[in-house]
């Protein structure tokens, strides 16, 4: 994937909607976290099917969607930093 993709797809606003649009009607929680290491280590640990794991690069990143989630009300965003 390029950088130019992983930037617009680390926005929060565009995270979220993807998350509401796509995951949130199926039950699906998805799980932000800020870099590709908590990723990955979090990945190998995720058992639920139910789940998802978003890398959107960066602490600033992580902050601003929880802050956007808590605005919009999203109960299926949880972030980690």
Same mark, same amino acid.
């Given at each position: 994937?390029?950088?130019? #993709?992983?930037?617009?797809?680390?926005?929060?606003? #565009?995270?979220?909607?993807?998350?509401? @649009? +796509?995951?949130?009607?199926?039950? @699906?929680?998805?799980? *932000? *976290?800020?870099?590709?290491?908590?990723? +990955?280590?979090?990945?190998?640990?995720?058992?639920?099917?139910?789940?998802?794991?978003?890398? *959107?690069?960066?602490?600033?990143?992580?902050?601003?969607?929880?802050?956007?989630?808590?605005?919009?009300?999203?109960?299926?965003?949880?972030?980690?930093?």
């Amino acid at each position: 994937m390029s950088s130019s #993709i992983k930037k617009y797809q680390c926005q929060p606003n #565009i995270l979220l909607n993807i998350a509401k @649009m +796509r995951f949130d009607n199926d039950g @699906m929680q998805t799980i *932000v *976290v800020e870099g590709e290491t908590d990723y +990955r280590l979090f990945r190998q640990w995720l058992i639920d099917r139910n789940a998802r794991i978003e890398n *959107v690069d960066g602490k600033s990143n992580v902050k601003e969607i929880w802050r956007k989630a808590k605005e919009r009300k999203f109960i299926s965003i949880h972030c980690i930093a």
